[in-house]
């Protein structure tokens, strides 16, 4: 085992599968004890096999993301549990493809709601504790590429929209709480093939070759391929870098 962040508690949102928890585990190997933080019935499974897996402590709370309050309490425990969070990654989030014209009031609201909001409380809750105590700390907030660029085939304004949205305030926050030594930096991923993406795939698999033709490296993302720029961000090695957001898509952006 590494030791880059030994000592230190990471909490992830979005952590009982996925992205979530490819990165979690990814805290984990570099010695963090982790947080896990998810509406998922599994999240206290997953934080049990990567505390077994890696010899870490790791707890798992299901909590919804939109509720301030539970997040809030949520940080709370794992205060209490593991030690002041000092690491967050926000990978909590959802995508619901469509024409625009077509969308319900619910459903863009749930996606601003998870993706933008869900991710504002994760890091106001992180900050409140790391203020109140005095201690510096590193946010890294899961955006998307699809924040700079239209995607296509598909449809998905509600997604762009709240992905943009996560970056700017990424970079918000950062300045926000500078002075105070709390690091806020946002990744925007291209195509990565999760078990959410893979349903997706198997229901249209044309999909997969249209997006695969359009990144330049020729292929999509594995959640692991996001692990070294998500532990470098989180972090001492990262010290001078605040308020930026990193894409990492193959690519894809750049043609």
Do not use: C
Request: charged share 20%; proline share 3%.
């Amino acid at each position: 085992m590494n030791s880059t962040l030994k000592g230190r508690t990471a909490l992830v949102t979005g952590g009982a599968r996925g992205i979530g928890l490819t990165l979690a585990r990814a805290f984990a190997a570099e010695g963090a004890d982790v947080a896990l933080v998810d509406l998922l019935e599994n999240v206290q499974e997953a934080a049990g096999a990567v505390a077994e897996e890696f010899g870490v402590r790791a707890v798992g709370h299901r909590v919804d993301v939109t509720d301030q309050d539970a997040v809030r309490a949520a940080v709370r425990s794992v205060t209490e549990e593991l030690g002041t969070p000092q690491v967050l990654l926000t990978a909590a989030g959802i995508e619901i493809n469509g024409d625009s014209v077509d969308v319900t009031a619910a459903q863009w609201r749930k996606v601003i709601d998870v993706n933008l909001t869900g991710t504002f409380f994760a890091a106001q809750a992180f900050a409140e504790q790391l203020l109140r105590q005095g201690l510096p700390g590193s946010a890294v907030l899961i955006a998307s590429m699809s924040g700079s660029i239209v995607n296509v085939p598909q449809w998905a304004a509600s997604y762009n929209a709240s992905k943009a949205a996560v970056a700017h305030l990424g970079r918000s926050l950062a300045v926000e709480w500078a002075a105070s030594g709390i690091r806020v930096n946002s990744i925007s991923p291209g195509y990565v093939l999760t078990d959410l993406t893979r349903a997706i795939l198997e229901r249209d698999p044309a999909l997969r070759a249209d997006w695969e033709a359009r990144i330049p490296q020729g292929r999509m993302a594995l959640p692991t391929d996001l692990s070294g720029l998500v532990t470098f961000l989180a972090g001492d090695s990262s010290g001078y870098l605040t308020a930026q957001d990193i894409v990492i898509d193959g690519g894809y952006t750049a043609v």
